[in-house]
């Protein structure tokens, strides 16, 4: 696949013209991490931004203790790093690669460039973030108001969006990966998940395999109107 069937394919850059391709193609650097390689450190210059082509990224941020918090984790083409565009500051956290990790890197100056040139380039660009904005929202608010267990019950719910009947989900981190994003320890996650197994909500005994078995009990769950026993 060339470069610029590539870069027509991620979701950011959909439905634009044949020329917007071209003249992305000019400025993208084709980059490659290794699994556990720091993109980039909080507080870092925001030089650009970055698409995940193939491999997984997670964003995180660590206190003052050196404790860590996973705010994201990124897949095949979803975009990382984009704050750094439009402001023009600092990185607002830190980005390292899970696994082996293939991503496109789009210079901030070069970019800004081409949208002045062109503005509709940026119409894709704040849908996308205003869906990122909501998802912060519901962050904040699992990890603020909800109890692990609804947050746990969120997760599960908002990976099964978009897929087509099926109640069978399987988790493409690890469960320690899962805590830092629930903003839990492995040991409090193995517990709920094995208290969800007993009051049937799920069945998570496969390695990394879900299935749910009480999508409306899940639901009350993540809503607070239910507390697992």
Do not use: C, W
């Not at 607002?92 to 970019?111: C, D, I, V, W, Y």
């Not at 912060?136 to 599960?156: C, D, H, M, Q, T």
Request: proline share 4%; glycine share 8%.
């Amino acid at each position: 696949m060339n470069l610029i069937h590539q870069i027509a394919r991620i979701p950011l850059f959909q439905g634009l013209e044949r020329k917007h391709y071209d003249e992305l193609a000019m400025i993208v650097t084709d980059q490659v991490f290794q699994k556990g390689e720091n993109i980039f450190g909080e507080e870092d210059e925001g030089t650009g931004f970055y698409v995940v082509i193939s491999g997984r990224v997670k964003i995180f941020k660590l206190s003052p203790e050196g404790k860590e918090q996973t705010l994201h984790i990124f897949g095949p083409g979803e975009p990382f790093g984009e704050v750094a565009v439009f402001t023009g500051k600092k990185f607002p956290a830190s980005a390292e690669a899970l696994e082996e990790t293939r991503a496109f890197f789009f210079a901030r100056k070069e970019f800004m460039d081409l949208i002045r040139k062109d503005p509709s380039l940026a119409l894709n660009m704040l849908g996308v973030l205003s869906m990122r904005l909501r998802r912060f929202s519901a962050l904040i608010e699992n990890l603020s108001l909800k109890e692990v267990p609804g947050r746990l019950a969120a997760y599960l719910l908002y990976l099964q969006e978009g897929k087509k009947g099926g109640e069978n989900l399987v988790l493409e981190i690890s469960k320690n990966q899962l805590a830092s994003l629930l903003g839990t320890i492995p040991e409090t996650l193995s517990r709920i998940l094995a208290r969800m197994n007993r009051e049937g909500y799920l069945d998570s005994r496969a390695p990394r395999q879900i299935r749910i078995l009480n999508r409306k009990g899940l639901e009350e769950l993540a809503s607070g109107e239910r507390k697992l026993a």
